[in-house]
């Protein structure tokens, strides 16, 4: 069993920068592949960024690619998000999961364990 809790969320410029955090507990989260995901007032949940187990694979959404850097820390077992240039359109709920077999994923329906979620509002 995971569990997963974001931080890092909060009210920022247009153009500012947040980094949020997922931290993990459990013996096997370096070998768990983890992603982020969003989901904004009526909309559906939608993919961000995913990493695998050491970091080697990454992938990110096309509307924040450039922007967004996702990474992980095993030691730490944190997984990280740093979002740069922000805009209107980045303001959502962010979410944390892990992947129990270390695959990237940008669908949701294949991860296991999901954080509550840190809301992050971009004001113009």
């Known amino acids: 069993q995971v569990q997963l809790v974001e931080s890092g969320g909060g009210l920022v410029q247009v153009g500012g920068s947040l980094r949020l955090s997922c931290a993990a507990s459990?013996?096997?989260?370096?070998?768990?592949?983890m992603g982020w995901f969003r989901q904004a007032p009526g909309q559906e949940r939608e993919f961000v960024a995913t990493i695998n187990w050491s970091g080697g694979i990454i992938y990110y959404a096309d509307s924040v690619k450039g922007r967004f850097t996702i990474s992980r820390d095993n030691a730490k077992m944190t997984v990280y998000l740093q979002m740069n240039s922000l805009k209107p359109e980045d303001t959502a709920v962010y979410y944390c999961a892990a992947e129990r077999g270390g695959f990237t994923s940008g669908v949701d329906t294949e991860y296991d364990y999901w954080g509550q979620g840190t809301q992050v509002t971009v004001s113009s």
């Open positions: 459990g013996r096997s989260f370096s070998t768990y592949a």
